[in-house]
């Protein structure tokens, strides 16, 4: 079946770049997705990106895939303390359910 | 603040009680979803609704049963849990079912149960 990894924990300064990796095996995802889950609360869709695209920018965040790589990565400019969050990316399965990566801690220090 | 609405936020049980979570959104989604969330991991899917029917059911034990009244609410029965049951439990929904091409899923906050 589909693996999606993340890298655990993320740690930045303020005011920095932050970017989170993901890797998955299963290339057949028509759209791969960034979710943002802060503490006691549900998943918050951050942004999604169609599969023949390469990168995808809205704001502060800016998504880049590479199919060859099977890599899909999401830096967020200029990160604020209210960053501080687990991310999940999300891959279509078999019948298009999520797939959701393991999950990537960032925590953001002044 | 999120457009699929949970409740209660919180839950405390017996193994021996019944209760239900209930999850609403009015955002005219197709489908409904139930994942279960254990600390410091990825959420899991449980049920798929698809046009109020039962699409997927990934072989949750019998003590969960779902329920979809009418497109915009979702239902989760609950009996005779176990302890490890104790999680958070998400709802979803998104325009498309499975299948049905770009489906971006939109959660709620969550229900957090505790089994006693």
């Known amino acids: 079946g589909e693996d999606v990894e993340q890298s655990l924990f993320l740690s930045v300064r303020e005011g920095d770049s932050s970017v989170i990796n993901c890797t998955y095996t299963d290339s057949s995802s028509t759209y791969l997705y960034w979710y943002k889950q802060e503490p006691g609360a549900g998943l918050q869709l951050l942004t999604y990106?169609?599969?023949?695209?390469d990168m995808k920018q809205d704001q502060r965040l800016t998504v880049l895939l590479n199919k060859k790589d099977k890599h899909l990565s999401l830096r967020i400019a200029d990160t604020q303390t209210g960053d501080s969050a687990i991310y999940f990316c999300a891959v279509e399965g078999g019948t298009d359910k999520l797939i959701f990566g393991t999950g990537t801690r960032l925590q953001v220090f002044p | 603040d999120t457009e699929v609405t949970q409740t209660p936020k919180h839950l405390v049980m017996g193994m021996t009680n019944k209760k239900s979570l209930k999850c609403e959104q009015h955002?005219?989604?197709?489908?409904m979803y139930w994942y279960k969330q254990k600390a410091k991991k990825p959420p899991e899917l449980m049920f798929v609704y698809s046009y109020e029917k039962l699409s997927i059911n990934e072989s949750v034990p019998s003590r969960f049963s779902p329920e979809c009244p009418n497109s915009s609410l979702l239902n989760l029965h609950l009996h005779a849990l176990q302890p490890e049951d104790s999680a958070l439990y998400l709802c979803a929904s998104s325009h498309n079912p499975p299948g049905g091409g770009n489906q971006p899923q939109h959660f709620g906050d969550g229900t957090r149960l505790s089994i006693l």
């Open positions: 955002m005219g989604h197709r489908a």
């Open positions: 990106i169609f599969s023949n695209m």
